[in-house]
């Protein structure tokens, strides 16, 4: 099954009500992945900052001190600001890379949801409502999100396999179907040197567009090659930095619905899941057609 939901925003007054209106859609998604739920928020650039978005199941010992190790391993200035399991490290753009090395080598048991200038990314198992719950989502701001209920059936429920998928700096993706040709495609990819942490199928789908995209295509254009490069029925839901992005497969099977008007553009798997969004009842709605790439860019 597996629930979608997407808002993108046109008018910067809701900026503010980004977190809430989110939450409100996942939530009602939440019979459609009872399992485990992720956000991704695009927010606000900090020029000649990075941020990075760490996941650990020992918080405690793992977070404590983190500032003080990094700056040791690495020279690096990083201000951590602690969100329960997760953090938002932030550092100097150049650093990120250093950073993340010395994470691996040192704190193992850290992982990493995200890195980028806007982006970050929460996830953990359980309830939708929970999870929302335990990062306070409903209290951020942004421009731009995505977020994803799981019903598991292809790995784990574990939070590592929890959608969003990020692959590459300002990226995510979430998904609902199935890529029956991601153990090769997987293969593929890392042979080229794109880095993937599980055996999840979607997250296959967002390193195949962050490795499209460092070929030098948009994000429109790798989703256009998906539709030939990927087996299985698809729905994928992308960010970027300034852009939101939706394309089913050319059989279609998922159910997708897409609505905008003058202040967003908003898609979720099932209508109830806009039906609380301003100005809904004006909205030009819509079923998104197979094999069709659309996308929004601030």
């Known amino acids: 099954m597996c629930g979608i939901v997407g808002l993108f925003l046109k008018d910067k007054k809701l900026e503010p009500e980004l977190g809430s209106m989110l939450t409100d859609m996942l939530v009602t998604m939440t019979d459609r992945g009872p399992d485990s739920a992720g956000i991704a928020i695009y927010g606000s ?103 994803h209920t799981r019903m598991a059936t292809e790995s784990a429920v574990t939070t590592m396999g929890a959608h969003p998928f990020s692959t590459g700096a300002d990226q995510c993706l979430v998904h609902n179907g199935s890529l029956s040709n991601h153990n090769s495609l997987r293969r593929k990819l890392r042979r080229d040197g794109v880095h993937i942490e599980t055996e999840n199928d979607t997250e296959v789908g967002a390193a195949y567009l962050t490795w499209k995209m460092q070929q030098g295509s948009s994000l429109g254009e790798a989703l256009e090659s998906s539709l030939d490069d990927l087996d299985g029925f698809f729905t994928f839901v992308v960010g970027t930095k300034d852009g939101f992005g939706v394309v089913r497969d050319p059989i279609a099977c998922k159910p997708a619905v897409m609505a905008e008007t003058d202040q967003y553009v908003a898609f979720g798997s099932e209508y109830r899941a806009l039906v609380n969004l301003p100005g809904i009842e004006e909205a030009r709605v819509w079923e998104p057609e197979p094999a069709t790439v659309y996308f929004w860019k601030h």
């Open 45 to 147: 650039d900090t020029d000649n900052k990075a941020k990075m978005t760490v996941q650990s199941d020992t918080p405690d010992e793992d977070f404590t001190g983190l500032d003080k190790a990094i700056k040791a391993a690495t020279g690096t200035s990083v201000s951590i600001s602690r969100k329960d399991t997760h953090a938002i490290l932030e550092m100097d753009a150049d650093a990120a890379s250093a950073v993340r090395e010395s994470l691996r080598e040192t704190h193992p048991s850290i992982r990493v949801m995200s890195t980028g200038d806007t982006i970050e990314i929460y996830k953990e198992v359980g309830l939708p409502k929970d999870v929302a719950a335990r990062f306070e989502v409903s209290k951020m701001s942004g421009t731009h999100g995505i977020g």
